[in-house]
């Protein structure tokens, strides 16, 4: 009789291969522990199995229950004497747990077993002891099992035996799912294998876990090591590794081999020219462009060379404006970039231009790949046209457009190859003719002979088009009917869908119903019934079929069909209600991965209005589109957001000009009308369009349609007071505030600062009351009242200070009211305190990290330097100004320091650079119409007439930009500023209009 005991796991005990029951649980755990330890004394077992009771009853129950096992098991198996007992040597007897010693012997099928725990669910009731023992063999096995099985894995590596090591892999993370070195050694086994989307995945996974259960990240070497991996997948390096390139069906250029090598020729690094190169790539729809592009990319780019890519983003049904570059710059620029502030295209394509130069490693290669460039919007275009009179030698620009969409961007490229400004060339990719369909088939499928029948209805039915001859090849290759055939794209896709399994055929859905790539993170969650290994396997599976590729952002998965054709027979594929359900299931998930609405990032904002306006959830889309607005609102128009640290570095929104805001505002506008017909009035609706009222009113001032914005304000907060709505009144008066400081009108700012600080006492928003404290300040800052000014924005200071102990960081806040603070100590001519507190102004950004401001609080430094004739510290501050202007296209000051700048090459003798910043000052100054620029931009202009006077050399660069006489442009600037409460700029202009005018004409104009 021979006996096998299975202890890792759930224990069981075979007799000649029948289970045997133990008529009860010590009986059974007492046989364990003999069976493990082999010879224990009496005294031992009695005090671990019935250590509650007296020695003598617990020596009797020992005796009973030895009795029982002698009754149940083989009589010869337990040996006994008055002081041990012992398990017989010569038992024919076998224990799992000692294959353990040599896992050579183990076959590869009973492996699985022993990532078993021992005695998995083996319990007695108040045997502690016996509880602590089973505890410390569980640890003892578990640690001798991962050491031999590392061992074991070690020698596969070592042999290449790369199945085999990932099983050993597999065992130990089942033993100790936290062992990074294992997860290094799987990562690097599905390298070695050429399964680089697997290793990647590992990690992905993994970090998830250990962030999640631990709250630690992985490793440093094991994030470099994903680092690397990266790299390897964007670049397809796998074949360098491994020496050489998998074949598959969806990884062939067959047919293609003319058009890689024209690109190859074309993009060549040795070309003498020296001049960037644009090719544009053109066909119809699945007749393999972007396939072409990846392969031409996969063998061009080399590691440490750079790969940008840009495409449209569609938001129900239209094109959002800027998106493209928005995106593309967003990635380019570190995590704390603004992109806030005025733009034009020409100063977008410098600001790319930049970017890309500023992430270029020398000696690389730069290809910028232009996709679906006939989805791009025509603001987007206007900014490529004018990228292309500033691209850099080195760069390789790739476009691919449909046919019927790609003459205007041709003929914008030909006239650019005339001026010699690029070299260009124009691939038309077109569909295979039949006898190049017979040979795709052919090579497709080599063991398989096409009738010419057949090939007739293949050719009919695909007219030659790569993608779609794929499809038909795969079933072929499974043994489909060729009935099949005349069936349309939709039919085939269809029944290649439907064979697919469950999980994967829910997993295109989801992806179908993304407007932009999918997430892994969203895609995990919103398929929550799914295991994470199972949903890995499942995108791996349909990357291998063709159906998706992925993609990497950030070190974040991405996923994408190969096709927008197959997307989109997908997406009608799924029933009405489900796909209403999974929009609304995203737009949840968008907007709780958001987090609050004042920290997002625009794209992600629109994503969650696109599912929500899928989902037919109207009301929660225009709240949506309103909230959307106040954030672009507060970034692009508001100085000193009101907002928090981490919000001003981390969120993103697009520039946007009058037009784009206009049609923006109008699908807010049609989606109201559409709620009052569908749904009804409502308070609820009646607020959110109020607060449309507002928002339209603050972008018409900022645009400089007074009346019509201020109209709109005054109307909502009419409404606002009268209805309770207070949060919606401190908006109003916010808008208004800025108003008053746009215009520079002190009075309305202090009346409307002063209500907005009454209404927000009474309500205890001690944000809005920091802020219109700081508003009033600057209200009386420019009506002349200096002392009251400085009190209220350290009032404003002692506000923020407080909350920011007890609620997220707004450090901006601050710092603009230590800004006005210095212009306090400026304007009463204290100018070493003025430059002090706008140095500490920018130490704080930096040391904040924040950016908005910066170049307003270089330009005030700036300023008070050429105030004290402090030459070198003035450069370094007004070059600093606009250096961040144009690097970060916001803030303000770049009127002050091209003014300042003007003046001072002037006087230096430089008046190519003087004339230069000149033109920039006044463009600047007639844009937004302020006041004190435009009286220190007049006395610049005063001067320099006066220089050009007298200096014939100078007339030709300066007359055209100088019209005036030098004394007019005194005037205009001694009115200007007498109106400001800057004693020491009027005076300056006094001085320099007395030296112009004879001493009859300065009395009586000082007079008037």
Partial sequence: ?????????????????????????????????????????????????????????????????????????????????????????????????????????????????????????????????????????????????????????????????????????????????????VIRSTMNIYVSLGQITKALQTYQIFKSKVIEILGVSPDVSTESLYDEIC??????????????????????????????????????????????????????????????????????????DLLLSCKAIEING??????????????????????????????????????????????????????N????????????????????????????????????????????????????????????????????????????????????????????????????????????????????????????????????????????????????????????????????????SLMNKGFIIEKIEDGDRHYAFSHSEIKSIIYNFIEREHKRSLHERLAYLTREDMGDWSNIKWKEGLNSIYHLHQANLLIEEL?????????HLSFNHELFPMLSDETLKSARVPFSEMESMATYGKDVRDLLYEIHCTIGESHELEVLERTYYWLD??????????????????????????????????????????FGIQTENGQMLKKYALDMLKAAQSNFLDSYIGVSLRFLGLGYLLTGDLKRAERLFKASIKTFERLNTTRPRNSLSIIAALNYLGDVRHWE???????????????????????????????????????????????????????????HNGGRGAAISHTLLALYWATKGEPGRAIDNLRKANHICATLNKKYWIGMLLYTKGIMRNIMDNRDEFKHLWIDELPESAVEYAKEAVCILEGLHIEHERQKACKLLTSLLSHEDISRYLTV
């Avoid at 992109?339 to 910028?368: C, F, Q, W, Y």
């Avoid at 500490?840 to 004739?869: E, M, P, R, T």
Wanted: hydrophobic content about 40%; aromatic content about 10%.
């Fill in 623 to 631: 709240k949506a589109r309103l909230n959307l607005l106040k954030l």
């Fill in 318 to 371: 239209s094109q959002y404006p800027l998106g493209p570059w928005h995106e593309l710059l967003s990635r380019l620029s570190t995590s704390n970039l603004s992109l806030v502030g005025l733009h034009t295209p020409g100063t977008l394509s410098d600001m790319l231009a930049k970017s890309i130069e500023r992430k270029r490693k020398k000696g690389n290669k730069v290809v910028l790949y232009m996709e």
């Fill in 1 to 181: 009789m021979h006996l096998r005991v299975k202890l890792l796991g759930s224990p069981q005990v075979f007799c000649d291969e029948h289970i045997i029951q133990f008529p009860f649980r010590k009986a059974e755990g007492l046989f364990y522990y003999l069976i493990v330890e082999k010879v224990v004394s009496r005294e031992k077992l009695a005090g671990i199995f019935w250590g509650d009771l007296d020695q003598v009853y617990a020596l009797k129950n020992l005796r009973n229950a030895l009795y029982v096992l002698h009754k149940t098991l083989s009589p010869d198996l337990i040996i006994q004497d008055n002081q041990w007992i012992r398990i017989n040597d010569s038992a024919p007897l076998s224990l799992d747990i000692d294959m353990l010693h040599d896992l050579n012997k183990i076959h590869r099928h009973s492996l699985e077993g022993i990532a078993d725990e021992f005695l998995d669910g083996f319990y007695i009731s108040k045997c502690p002891e016996f509880e602590e023992w089973v505890f410390a063999k569980r640890t003892q096995i578990k640690s001798f099992c991962i050491e031999n099985l590392k061992s074991r894995l070690a020698l596969c590596c070592k042999s290449k035996s790369y199945d085999t090591a990932l099983e050993m892999a597999k065992l130990i993370l089942k033993l100790d799912e936290f062992d990074e070195e």
């Fill in 373 to 540: 460039l006939h989805d791009f919007d025509s603001a987007s275009i206007e900014v490529f046209r004018c990228f292309l009179n500033r691209l850099p030698a080195y760069i390789r620009i790739i476009i691919e457009s449909r046919n019927d969409d790609a003459h205007h961007i041709d003929a914008l490229l030909k006239s650019a190859y005339r001026r010699d400004s690029l070299d260009y060339m124009h691939i038309k990719i077109y569909p295979f003719t039949k006898e190049g369909t017979e040979n795709f088939c052919r090579f497709l499928l080599p063991s398989y002979k096409v009738s010419p029948e057949q090939l007739e209805v293949i050719y009919n039915y695909t007219k030659g088009t790569p993608l779609f001859l794929k499809e038909i090849a795969s079933l072929i290759a499974e043994g489909k009917n060729l009935n099949l055939f005349s069936q349309k794209l939709q039919d085939i896709v269809k029944e290649h869908f439907v064979l697919l399994p469950k999980l994967e055929g829910e997993l295109l859905k989801v992806i179908s119903v993304f407007n932009v790539d999918a997430s892994y993170k969203l895609l995990k969650s919103i398929l929550n019934n799914a295991d994470e290994q199972e949903l890995a396997e499942a995108i791996n």
């Fill in 829 to 887: 001519g204290r100018f070493e305190e003025a430059l002090s507190l706008y140095e500490y102004c920018i130490s704080l950004c930096n040391k904040q990290g924040l950016y908005h401001g910066l170049s307003l609080f270089h330009a005030n430094a700036g300023h008070v330097a050429f105030d004290l004739k402090d030459h070198s510290l003035m450069l370094y501050h007004l070059n600093k100004s606009i250096q961040l202007n144009e690097q």
């Fill in 697 to 738: 009113g603050s972008y018409l001032i900022w645009y400089g349609k007074y009346r019509e914005g201020l109209k709109k304000i005054y109307d909502t907060l009419y409404w606002a007071k009268n209805r309770g709505e207070t949060k919606l009144e401190l908006d109003c008066l916010l808008g208004l505030c800025y």
């Fill in 231 to 304: 790299l390897m997948h964007q670049k397809n390096m796998v074949d360098r590794l491994n020496n050489t390139r998998p074949l598959s069906l969806y990884g062939s250029i067959f047919g293609r081999e003319d058009e890689l090598a024209r690109l190859h020729a074309f993009c060549k690094i040795s070309d003498p020219s020296r001049i960037p190169k644009c090719i544009l790539i053109t066909g119809v729809p699945g007749v393999g462009k972007n396939h072409l592009i990846r392969h031409f990319l996969d063998t061009y780019l080399e590691a440490g």
